[in-house]
């Protein structure tokens, strides 16, 4: 079974266990939520928008969306989702791979990438694709797991404990913040702000791990505590040439 096929699986399975899930109630959506801002006429990319349901929030909000993800099954779920009473759809969805998108170059005033870095083998490709598919002056909201937390350190017991034991995805990275913020410094990006949410203690084995949300009610203790996070959020730009080189040179006089 090839990795596409995999993730068809891997999506039914999931809509499957649960239809009527809104999954733009998701954490790492309502996180990015706060930060977008307003949408309005924006050109708006989510990569790897899988069953489409903040696309569709965003679209109501006002932006022209463009869902892309590799698996056809998401994005069949997807399409039910987006349907207008008239039947037009709220957003265009388009299949391709998130190392090599199927756009021109600077198409999107906005790209969202929540969940995803992590579950693709090339991912500073990646992260270079979302750059260049963006104008300049426009900004990344992505979000993706860290494990510089008790979360991280119950993965290493796991690993000794239950060598054999599958992730629940087709391919899934185990990564912490410093990684992350390389990579999207790497690929060009200015990074603008980082936050994050989830914190949760594994403190029993075998039962789900116990979210502590005190941690994240206060927004101040929240960033404070982002590098703790299990979700951890980056805000990042790309500079138009002439700012670059102001950033770079510093004022003239």
């Not at 928008?49 to 993800?69: E, K, P, S, Y």
């Not at 490709?125 to 300049?136: A, F, G, H, K, N």
């Not at 029993?204 to 101040?220: I, T």
Request: aromatic share 12%.
């Amino acid at each position: 079974m090839n990795l596409r096929s995999a993730y068809d699986k891997w999506h039914q399975r999931i809509f499957d266990a649960g239809p009527d899930n809104d999954d733009a109630l998701s954490p790492w959506y309502q996180l990015v939520h706060e930060h977008l801002g307003p949408l309005s006429g924006l050109r708006v990319l989510e990569v790897a928008c899988g069953r489409g349901g903040f696309l569709r929030q965003m679209a109501c909000a006002g932006a022209h969306v463009t869902g892309c993800d590799f698996s056809f099954a998401a994005l069949r779920i997807a399409s039910s989702k987006l349907s207008t009473q008239g039947g037009l759809p709220l957003a265009l969805l388009v299949q391709g791979d998130a190392q090599s998108l199927p756009f021109k170059d600077e198409s999107f005033d906005v790209v969202v990438s929540c969940e995803t870095i992590e579950h693709l083998p090339l991912v500073q490709d990646s992260i270079l694709e979302m750059y260049r598919v963006t104008r300049p002056g426009g900004k990344l909201f992505l979000t993706t797991p860290n494990y510089f937390n008790f979360m991280g350190l119950y993965e290493i017991y796991a690993r000794v404990r239950h060598p054999d034991r599958e992730d629940d995805q087709p391919y899934d990275r185990r990564q912490w913040f410093p990684e992350v913020e390389k990579w999207i410094r790497r690929a060009g990006w200015e990074i603008l702000k980082t936050d994050g949410t989830v914190h949760q203690f594994p403190f029993f084995p075998g039962r789900n791990p116990v979210r502590w949300h005190g941690l994240e009610a206060n927004r101040v203790v929240r960033k404070l505590l982002s590098p703790f996070a299990f979700t951890y959020f980056v805000c990042a730009a790309k500079i138009r040439i002439g700012e670059k080189s102001l950033r770079i040179d510093g004022p003239s006089f």
